[in-house]
Nanobody, 125 residues
Framework: QVQLVESGGGLVQAGDSLRLSCAAS????????MGWFRQAPGKEREFVAS????????SDADSVKGRFTISRDNAKNTVDLQMNSLSPEDTAAYYC??????????????????WGQGTQVTVSS
């Protein structure tokens, strides 16, 4: 079956960097757009970044533009999220997701078919 396993979360200080990774298995990885979403306590899940199946196209939320970078390695079936200049507002559980029909990035959660269990990122001030 399809599995998405996130790693790399943790506790950091404001201004620090963190790199999240998602390892995918059980799917034709390059055929899926991949995305990162996050959910803070008491808030709705929100889009962070997405990348097309080929890796040629990306889309970022305005809140992370210039700070976060999504990338993928189709040979390793992994998608990463490099997060720089972290702030306490970035504190959330971060989820990796896969969307079939991956020619373009997907920003809406309803278009994603598979989800990981999430990894916690906590940024202290």
């Amino acid at each position: 079956q399809v599995q998405l396993v996130e790693s790399g979360g943790g506790l950091v200080q404001a201004g620090d960097s963190l790199r999240l990774s998602c390892a995918a298995s059980g799917l034709a990885f390059s055929g899926y757009a991949m995305g990162w979403f996050r959910q803070a306590p008491g808030k709705e899940r929100e889009f962070v970044a997405s990348i097309s199946g080929s890796g040629a196209l990306v889309s970022d939320a305005d809140s992370v533009k210039g700070r976060f970078t999504i990338s993928r390695d189709n040979a390793k079936n992994t998608v990463d999220l490099q997060m720089n200049s972290l702030s306490p507002e970035d504190t959330a559980a971060y989820y990796c997701a896969a969307s079939l029909g991956g020619r373009v990035p997907q920003t809406r959660a309803l278009f994603y078919n598979y989800w990981g269990q999430g990894t916690q990122v906590t940024v202290s001030s």
